[in-house]
């Protein structure tokens, strides 16, 4: 069974830190690429960022761009997602993204609130 379990959203002032996580189970996880997205209210949703299964490179929004670092834990069949300098408009749903040849799956999505 396939699952990606998003964790660590939470609320945080403008210019904090969180730190995202995305545990996976139920399939190859280090061939997947796997990604970021959110959505906010009212709004589509979104790529924040990306990391290959292939070779670990990495893809970014322009939005988020040195300020949200992704990163992979293969053995741990884990994704991170690393947001400093946070923004209110940085408040969204945050949800993770396993693909390969064609297949994806997605986590239920964790919150993550900038706000004073």
């Known amino acids: 069974q396939v699952q990606l379990v998003e964790s660590g959203g939470g609320l945080v002032q403008p210019g904090g830190s969180l730190r995202l996580s995305c545990a996976a189970s139920?399939?190859?996880?280090?061939?997947?690429?796997m990604s970021w997205y959110r959505q906010a209210p009212g709004k589509e949703r979104e790529l924040v960022a990306g990391?290959?299964?292939?070779?670990?490179?990495?893809d970014y929004a322009d939005s988020v761009k040195g300020r949200f670092t992704i990163s992979r834990d293969n053995a741990k069949n884990t994704v991170y997602l690393q947001m400093n300098s946070l923004k209110p408009e940085d408040t969204a749903v945050y949800y993770c993204?396993?693909?390969?040849?064609?297949?994806?799956?997605w986590g239920k999505g964790t919150l993550v609130t900038v706000s004073s």
């Open positions: 139920g399939f190859f996880f280090s061939t997947y690429a």
């Open positions: 993204k396993a693909a390969f040849s064609g297949r994806f799956y």
């Open positions: 990391v290959s299964g292939v070779d670990g490179s990495t």
